[in-house]
T-cell receptor, first 111, second 115 residues
Framework: QKEVEQDPGPLSVPEGAIVSLNCTYS??????FMWYRQYSRKGPELLMY????GNKEDGRFTAQVDKSSKYISLFIRDSQPSDSATYLC???????????FGQGTRLTINP | AAGVIQSPRHLIKEKRETATLKCYPI?????VYWYQQGPGQDPQFLIS???????DKGSIPDRFSAQQFSDYHSELNMSSLELGDSALYFC??????????????FGPGTRLLVL
């Protein structure tokens, strides 16, 4: 079983919809929780990261972490066609450590 | 702002050949990570370096080796290439002991195709 599980999708929604992306994990040592966006044939681009449990908001994006349930979410409000990409959750322990990624969810926002 | 630079961007090799991938981290970053992403797969951690010393090792085959040089750039050397080594290889960099030390910035990747 993978340490980080993410529904690979694909997920297709109309423009303007609220998108919810989720990951579950099994390693209690994870302390940092990231969301990366990856366009086709490009490197992952960091969207947000959260330390421990809680919420973090940045514009149209909100990240939530529930360590008690080992569950993290990314919400995208007012989704745009330019948000179409693969979204990868990633996690690490304390300090600068390797990232453990989920499978990535391929998201398409239809105009 | 300067980003992580990787070269070459594309590489085609034959089985049993060798390949060298290069990574130039963001200026002042002291930590480099290498990841391998197979088709339709998530990136898998290979190896990392801090201040020219190996800091962590993941699922890196014995046929691969890597190092970080005095100017902080890193090279991933791959020998006896196999078909299964075909993948996108990413380098990421970060600055340890900074407010942002957990943030890894990824390069555009090197796409390796082994024929």
């Amino acid at each position: 079983q993978k340490e980080v599980e993410q529904d690979p999708g694909p997920l297709s929604v109309p423009e303007g919809a609220i998108v919810s992306l989720n990951c579950t994990y099994s390693n209690s040592a994870f302390q940092y929780f990231m969301w990366y966006r990856q366009y086709s044939r490009k490197g992952p681009e960091l969207l947000m990261y959260t330390y421990s449990s809680g919420n973090k908001e940045d514009g149209r994006f909100t990240a939530q972490v529930d360590k008690s349930s080992k569950y993290i979410s990314l919400f995208i409000r007012d989704s745009q066609p330019s948000d179409s990409a693969t979204y990868l959750c990633a996690m690490s322990g304390m300090g600068a450590q390797k990232l453990v990624f989920g499978q990535g969810t391929r998201l398409t926002i239809n105009p | 702002a300067a980003g992580v630079i990787q070269s070459p961007r594309h590489l085609i090799k034959e089985k049993r050949e060798t390949a060298t991938l290069k990574c130039y981290p963001i200026p002042r970053h002291d930590t480099v990570y290498w990841y391998q992403q197979g088709p339709g797969q998530d990136p898998q951690f290979l190896i990392s370096f801090y201040e020219k010393m190996q800091s962590d090792k993941g699922s890196i085959p014995d046929r691969f080796s890597a190092q970080q040089f005095s100017d902080y750039h890193s090279e991933l050397n791959m020998s006896s290439l196999e078909l299964g080594d075909s993948a996108l290889y990413f380098c990421a960099s970060s600055l340890l002991f900074s407010d942002n030390e957990v943030t890894q910035y990824f390069g555009p990747g090197t796409r390796l195709l082994v024929l």
